[in-house]
């Protein structure tokens, strides 16, 4: 097969190429997912300084904010179900 210009095909490996589309090439990075809370009982209770809950909380903060700059405007929330 001969490679010419219209050429679908990679010219090193011979596989066909991909032909990318505004549509298929997102503006705007895909947002991370989303923290997971920890249960109650991970908690030891005792005091501790950061407690896993307050690593998730800021965990939670940092999704939340990369999760609207992902977002296109006019989106809806993307928090929890209830606004919590």
Avoid: K
């Amino acid at each position: 097969m001969a490679a010419g210009a219209g050429s679908s095909r990679n010219r090193y490996t011979g596989a066909p190429t991909r032909r990318f589309t505004a549509s298929a090439m997102p503006d705007r990075p895909s947002p991370p997912p989303r923290p997971v809370e920890p249960h109650p009982l991970e908690c030891c209770g005792r005091g501790c300084q950061p407690c896993i809950f307050d690593d998730y909380r800021a965990a939670l903060r940092r999704w939340q904010a990369a999760t609207a700059i992902a977002q296109p405007a006019g989106c809806a929330d993307a928090g929890p179900p209830g606004g919590g």
